[in-house]
């Protein structure tokens, strides 16, 4: 696995919101749980951009409300620090709706995406209209 060009901070915990930013049918997320990470004792795990994480559906349509669905972060109002120097902010929190496998589900994203997130799944780098 080829190691990220880019410092992340990770400032996404459980009980984070994220809007969608997909049209797949949700329209807002909640974190529940961070997928593959774990902490110090006492300590919520935190999530950034193209981590996956599970996360409930609190607005969106009647077939995914209330129900956990994996997600993949694409933006984060926290600054990213590139190798380069430069520091990249979004004005929004946002998450794509994926599968198991790291398919998407939707057919389009709203919005930029990191290119980190391209590094880490690049399954998402044909459905993005923007890669800052």
């Not at 599968?99 to 057919?107: A, D, H, N, R, S």
Request: aromatic content about 4%; some cysteine; proline content about 5%.
């Amino acid at each position: 696995m080829k190691g990220l060009s880019t410092r992340i901070s990770k400032t996404l915990i459980p009980g984070s919101r994220l809007v969608c930013a997909d049209n797949s049918g949700a329209f807002e997320f909640m974190i529940i749980h961070n997928v593959g990470k774990g902490g110090r004792k006492g300590r919520l795990a935190a999530a950034g951009v193209g981590d996956i994480v599970i996360a409930s559906v609190k607005k969106g349509t009647p077939q995914y409300l209330k129900k956990p669905v994996r997600v993949v972060i694409i933006r984060q109002k926290a600054p990213i620090r590139r190798a380069n120097g430069m520091r990249v902010r979004f004005e929004d929190n946002a998450g794509v709706m994926i599968q198991e496998g790291g398919l998407p589900v939707g057919t389009d994203i709203k919005g930029p995406i990191a290119r980190e997130v391209i590094e880490l799944n690049i399954n998402l780098a044909g459905l993005a209209s923007k890669v800052v």
